[in-house]
């Protein structure tokens, strides 16, 4: 089992869903780098459950800081977070039946019955955290060098959101928005059908677009270290991803050459496109207009619906259906972890290109 990302700046993750603790290793961080734990708090809490339209599982995330870091400052050794678990109820988890669209029986198959599958085990959303936090410390430093990220969601249960328009003020709502819309009305209208599918026992998904600005052109590589390859290998590791789109990605197929290519002109002095199709991304590489991602999010596969299942360790048919606190919608608290796999993912790319002590 690999549990590493990154080339120049890595990650790795540890821990299981109802073990003692969840965390992270962040390697490569050049010394110097400020750290603000208020900031690492701040995206924790975004990724947290939100009111009835989440889980009931309510973890504080209490982390803690336990290496890399010297009077508030990285140090140049591997930075480690540690999260404890708090709120666990094992009791809820029954081993042998495996819960369609669930790991279950992959990971029995995989690890031949000797993982951990209370809740989910290393399997579940809860690691998020852990990636969360990492992501934190990776975007404190990207901010510092004018990057941004903001992911909202652009379309949750059949309802859609506006595009992002004025990156500045819209993305600055976004930062401290714990349901990431940006129209009030579509907003409601979402968490009415999320909570509509709670009643029945269901659950819905949804996309998230994810923008990110200031990145410089000429990162990234033209063949197997492309950006749209590293992005997408860290946002498919994300729990739930189904599907990835760079600019206008599939409605590309539709399109003539004439008006998919994004025609290249000089502003006062800067290299700009007047349109963005290709998502800020030629040949793999930036071409320094915003980066922008579309994420397929599907529905929280545990539901209070009776399902068609098998016991892999009787290898019988039977029926099952979900006990426990789950979440009917995990999109909107999926979007600071695309944020944070992104802020990662941008990180190690600038350290390949420029050398690590560029993020300081």
């Known amino acids: 089992m690999k549990n590493t990302f990154g080339n120049s700046i890595s990650v790795t993750i540890f821990g299981e869903s109802h073990g003692a ?6 390697d490569g961080l050049p010394a110097g780098l400020d750290i603000d734990e208020d900031f690492i708090r701040h995206r924790l809490d975004r ?4 009111g009835s339209i989440s889980t009931a599982r309510a973890e504080q995330d209490d982390f803690r800081i336990v290496s890399g870091v010297f009077d ?3 140090c140049g050794t591997p930075l480690t977070v540690l999260i404890p678990n708090s709120d666990t109820r094992s009791r809820d988890y029954e081993y042998g039946k495996a819960r369609p669209g669930h790991a279950d029986y992959t990971a029995f198959v995989r690890y031949g019955g000797f993982e951990d599958y209370r809740g989910g085990g290393h399997f579940s959303g809860r690691i998020t955290a852990a990636l969360t936090a990492a992501g934190a410390v990776a975007m ?3 901010l510092k060098k004018g990057v941004r990220i903001a992911t909202h969601i652009s379309e949750c249960a059949g309802i ?7 990156l500045q003020n819209d993305m600055d709502k976004l930062d401290s928005s714990s349901f990431a819309v940006l129209d009030d009305e579509a907003a409601q209208k979402m968490k009415d059908r999320i909570l509509s599918a709670k009643k029945d026992g269901d659950s819905v998904g949804g996309i998230l677009e994810t923008v990110m600005t200031g990145m410089p052109a000429g990162v990234g590589d033209p063949w197997f270290d492309t950006v749209e390859g590293m992005l997408s290998h860290a946002v498919f590791s994300v729990p739930a991803v189904k599907g990835i789109e760079f600019g206008d990605g599939f409605a590309m197929a539709k399109m003539r050459a004439s008006r998919a290519n994004d025609p290249f002109r000089i502003e006062n002095g800067k290299i700009i496109t007047t349109k963005n199709s290709n998502g800020g991304i030629n040949g793999g590489i930036t071409n320094g207009m915003p980066i922008i991602m579309r994420t397929v999010i599907k529905p929280t596969p545990t539901v209070f619906i009776a ?3 098998i016991d892999f360790k009787t290898r019988q048919n039977t029926v099952i259906s979900a006990k426990g606190r ?10 600071v972890v695309l944020d944070s796999v992104c802020a990662l993912t941008l990180a190690d790319l600038l350290a390949s290109r420029f050398g690590a002590d560029y993020l300081r």
């Open 21 to 26: 603790y969840i965390g992270c290793v962040i």
């Open 47 to 50: 990724r947290r459950p939100y």
């Open 72 to 74: 508030g400052k990285t």
């Open 140 to 142: 404190q430093t990207l």
């Open 160 to 166: 859609s959101d506006r595009p992002i328009n004025d």
């Open 307 to 309: 399902q068609d299942t």
């Open 326 to 335: 789950h979440d009917p919608c995990i999109v909107h608290r999926a979007a």
